[in-house]
Nanobody
Framework: QVQLVESGGGLVQAGGSLRLSCAVSGSIFNLRAVGWYRQVPGKQRELVASITTLGSTNYSDSVKGRFTISRNAKNTVYLQMNSLQPEDTSVYYC????????WGQGTQVTVSS
């Protein structure tokens, strides 16, 4: 089993920044990648950014150049979000890909105009 705990969401004005954290614990040796996803009511959950165990990163077109995914040596994955816009408002989830995809509980990000 893998446990994911997100933190760092909140309310920010347009143009501002937030950093989300995802603490990964448990049976992490089989994980291939960790990603940040977001979902608004009535829409599918979408991938925002991901990072593999080898450090390769991938971003959705909507966040390229504004968001940065990274990780530290203690199994925490970060999402630095700059130049936030109202359309970035969503619940952000951390997801880890192993035998199955594991999910955190989500953290709300609200960007006011």
């Amino acid at each position: 089993q893998v446990q994911l705990v997100e933190s760092g969401g909140g309310l920010v004005q347009a143009g501002g920044s937030l950093r989300l954290s995802c603490a990964v614990s448990g049976s992490i040796f089989n994980l291939r990648a960790v990603g940040w996803y977001r979902q608004v009511p009535g829409k599918q959950r979408e991938l925002v950014a991901s990072i593999t165990t080898l450090g390769s990163t991938n971003y959705s077109d909507s966040v390229k150049g504004r968001f940065t995914i990274s990780r530290n040596a203690k199994n925490t994955v970060y999402l630095q979000m700059n130049s936030l816009q109202p359309e970035d408002t969503s619940v952000y989830y951390c997801g880890a890909d192993g035998v199955v995809r594991y999910w955190g509980q989500g953290t709300q990000v609200t960007v006011s105009s």
